[in-house]
């Protein structure tokens, strides 16, 4: 299969198409054909190398497309189904495995394309905005509460115009939280 790699730091023309094999399907996960992946900062710091090496193979925390193969321990998904999906790094290769607990289905209002920039923002706004952090619900959160933010609850976005804050703010609405 053909995967994007950086040659070495500098700007877009140290990217270049490889021939490397096919994943390594395991038990507990899919294997998708990547119709389309976005473009992340931690991808282009990698790319000039202005933070500490790629601790991961490849380009590409994100993707989306149709799953191919499943691993026998997989419940949830089938081969034919149209996902995207939150990556350590291979959204820059023409197939990627992905554990099935890192795969979401495409709602049906966005396209491949755009489900592709969908995981890596839905998640880091959920983990941080709706689940409990054990260390610090020790201290701050009221007993028997098992999220940080619910309805009827303000809160301020600072950079509400980027990705991740936009995102916020549109799903703290959308789970009632005024904003």
Known sequence: MKVIVVTSPGGPDVLKEIEVPEPELKDDGVLIKVAATALNE?????????????????????????IVKVGKDVQRWKVGQEVCAVLSGGGYAEMVAVQEGLVFPIPKSISVEEAASFPQVACSVWAALFTEDKL?????????????????????????SGGIGSFAIQLAKARGVKC
């Open 136 to 160: 610090s619900s020790e201290y701050w959160l009221p007993a028997g509460r098992n999220s940080r933010l619910i309805a009827g609850e303000t809160i301020l976005v600072h950079g509400g």
């Open 42 to 66: 931690p991808d282009l710091t990698a790319r000039t190398r202005s933070l500490p090496p790629m601790q991961r193979e490849y380009l590409g925390l994100e993707c989306a497309g149709t």
